[in-house]
């Protein structure tokens, strides 16, 4: 059964600083994986989907990681800004499957 | 339209009431998808349709459960007889083919 986690689950950093938050799943047999990001009482909006068969995606500041073999993603944040703060959450679907399995996510708090 | 629009966006039900949630999938998006949301955890799938064809209801938590999309657009999630587990964030996504999921606002159930 496919798990996903993710450290660490909360964090508190200064504004200006760079982020790592971490994915790891169990079953390295995965079609994509996906980074969401969760505003308090809000859905979910699509940060990066990372093809199984790719390395990385980058979008503007964001930049995520897949080592499928190792069962691992990284989510790199450069120049942290307030703005960013919220919950990030990472999914992946299994291969053979049309459906998101998610970690519970780490809750970003970046102030000024 | 645009987006995945869910309604209502809050519902407070009596322990023992039925209740029906909707999801407008964005135009054209073959698959949808019902999730789960606990407070602090991340989104757990209930359930699949492609077109109007539910091909995995999988992660229903009980036979009070029940979901349907009779024309392949529009879809309702219905929980007969609510019980005070079933207070959760309830999530819509669609998607086309597999590049990548568009969620909806989502809507809070709260049962008394």
């Known amino acids: 059964k496919q798990e996903v986690t993710q450290i660490p689950a909360a964090l508190s950093v200064p504004e200006g600083e760079n982020l790592v938050l971490n994915c790891s799943f169990t079953?390295?047999?995965?079609?994509?994986l996906q980074w969401f990001r969760q505003d308090p009482g809000k859905g979910l909006t699509s940060l990066l989907l990372?093809?199984?068969?790719?390395r990385e995606q980058t979008s503007g500041r964001l930049n995520a990681s897949l080592d499928k073999s190792s069962g691992r993603s990284t989510l790199y944040i450069a120049a942290s800004q307030p703005g960013d703060s919220a919950t990030y959450l990472c999914?992946?679907?299994?291969?053979?499957?049309?459906?998101?399995?998610f970690g519970a996510g780490t809750r970003l708090a970046v102030h000024p | 339209g645009a987006g995945v629009s869910q309604s209502p966006r809050y519902k407070v039900a009596k322990r023992g009431q039925d209740v029906a949630l909707r999801c407008d999938p964005i135009?054209?998006?073959?698959?949808l998808f019902w999730y789960q949301q606990a407070l602090g955890q991340g989104p757990e799938f209930l359930t699949y349709?492609?077109?109007?064809?539910?091909?995995?209801k999988s992660g229903l938590p009980s036979d009070r459960f029940f979901a349907e999309r009779p024309e392949g657009s529009v879809s309702t999630l219905k929980i007969q007889r609510t019980q005070q587990e079933d207070s959760a964030v309830y999530l819509c996504?669609?998607?086309?083919?597999?590049?990548?999921?568009?969620f909806g606002s989502g809507t809070r159930l709260t049962v008394v």
């Open positions: 996504a669609s998607s086309w083919e597999n590049y990548g999921y568009t």
């Open positions: 990372i093809q199984s068969s790719q």
């Open positions: 079953d390295s047999a995965i079609y994509n």
């Open positions: 999914a992946v679907v299994p291969g053979g499957y049309n459906k998101l399995i």
């Open positions: 349709f492609q077109n109007e064809a539910q091909l995995d």
């Open positions: 135009s054209g998006h073959v698959s």
